[in-house]
T-cell receptor, first 114, second 116 residues
Framework: AQSVTQLGSHVSVSEGALVLLRCNYS??????LFWYVQYPNQGLQLLLK??????LVKGINGFEAEFKKSETSFHLTKPSAHMSDAAEYFCAVTRMDSSYKLIFGSGTRLLVRP | DTEVTQTPKHLVMGMTNKKSLKCEQHMGHRAMYWYKQKAKKPPELMFVYSYEKLSINESVPSRFSPECPNSSLLNLHLHALQPEDSALYLC???????????????FGDGTRLSIL
């Protein structure tokens, strides 16, 4: 069964520093992977998705993620953090059975220090 | 601006009240979802509608009753809720069918529900 693990419930970076949020997946078949962001008092917004077309995926707001099959990883990065990036980030994988449910990781809260 | 609209944004109700949450999308999506999200947790799937028919019920208590009147609307009827039901309730939509399983779900901003 598909699953995702997000390492680190909290990540703190300085404004302008590199952002790295980790996500590892478990899947016996090529997965469909997503990163979502949730700002306070809002719903989830899609940052980017991996659907096997390219291993390096570019998303909105300067974020990108690289699919590494050998490491079963799909880490999210941004070269330079902005204060407005402070939010909760969820990695998710589509469950590849008849349900096609979205399976979420536990989430990582990104804190950006001035 | 979100393409999935949820109303109301906030709802406070007593344990004996009956209320409804509403969700609307006009993206032509044929799958719609209800999620419950507690603070500092990921969303938990409650129900899935596919082509206006209930396809998944994640063993949700009967005090939550979903309804899909048409392909654009999704309701969640609430009755006799408990304090532990206080949470953010999110609606989402997506393309349906297996060949669209790589398509993302689009979320609304949710209804913040408080049970007194």
């Amino acid at each position: 069964a598909q699953s995702v693990t997000q390492l680190g419930s909290h990540v703190s970076v300085s404004e302008g520093a590199l952002v790295l949020l980790r996500c590892n997946y478990s899947s016996s078949v090529p997965p469909y992977l997503f990163w979502y962001v949730q700002y306070p008092n809002q719903g989830l917004q899609l940052l980017l998705k991996y659907t096997s077309a390219a291993t390096l995926v570019k998303g909105i707001n300067g974020f990108e993620a690289e699919f590494k099959k050998s490491e079963t990883s799909f880490h999210l990065t941004k070269p330079s953090a902005h204060m407005s990036d402070a939010a909760e980030y969820f990695c998710a994988v589509t469950r590849m059975d008849s349900s096609y449910k979205l399976i979420f990781g536990s989430g990582t809260r990104l804190l950006v220090r001035p | 601006d979100t393409e999935v609209t949820q109303t109301p944004k906030h709802l406070v109700m007593g344990m004996t009240n009956k209320k409804s949450l509403k969700c609307e999308q006009h993206m032509g999506h044929r799958a719609m979802y209800w999620y419950k999200q507690k603070a500092k947790k990921p969303p938990e799937l409650m129900f899935v509608y596919s082509y206006e028919k209930l396809s998944i019920n994640e063993s949700v208590p009967s005090r939550f009753s979903p309804e899909c009147p048409n392909s654009s609307l999704l309701n969640l009827h609430l009755h006799a809720l408990q304090p532990e039901d206080s949470a953010l309730y999110l609606c989402a939509s997506s393309q349906d069918r297996a060949e669209y399983s790589n398509q993302p779900q689009h979320f609304g901003d949710g209804t913040r529900l408080s049970i007194l």
